[in-house]
């Protein structure tokens, strides 16, 4: 079984910052590619940032600068640091993992970010 867990979500004014972390378990973490998502009420679903097996990331356009993704293969950890919070942040953030020769994703239960003065 493969298990993704989220946490550090919480509610910050705009301009502040929030550290999310995510634990995966039941598998070989350092072959995974590993992403954050979000989803906003009533809006699609967005890949926020990816961080791949060689350590390479990207970032969409709307967090480029702001926001970092790092990983620890000891700990079997991937973290989203979000600087300079704005409203539009706001939303269910989830935790991805996939793996190069998988058939299909494995989520979080998702960590709630509200962004708001």
């Known amino acids: 079984q493969v298990l993704v867990e989220e946490s550090g979500g919480g509610l910050v004014q705009p301009g502040g910052s929030l550290r999310l972390s995510c634990t995966t378990s039941?598998?070989?973490?350092?072959?995974?590619?590993m992403s954050w998502y979000r989803q906003a009420p009533r809006k699609q679903r967005e890949v926020v940032a990816t961080?791949?097996?060689?350590?390479?990331?990207n970032y969409t356009l709307s967090v480029k600068g702001r926001f970092t993704i790092s990983r620890d293969n000891t700990k079997r950890s991937v973290y989203l640091q979000m600087n300079s919070l704005k409203p539009e942040d706001t939303a269910v953030y989830y935790c991805?993992?996939?793996?190069?020769?998988?058939?299909?994703?494995?989520w979080g239960q998702g960590t709630q970010v509200t962004v708001s003065s």
């Open positions: 961080i791949d097996r060689d350590g390479s990331t």
């Open positions: 039941g598998s070989i973490f350092s072959v995974a590619i």
């Open positions: 991805n993992q996939r793996f190069r020769y998988g058939t299909r994703d494995w």
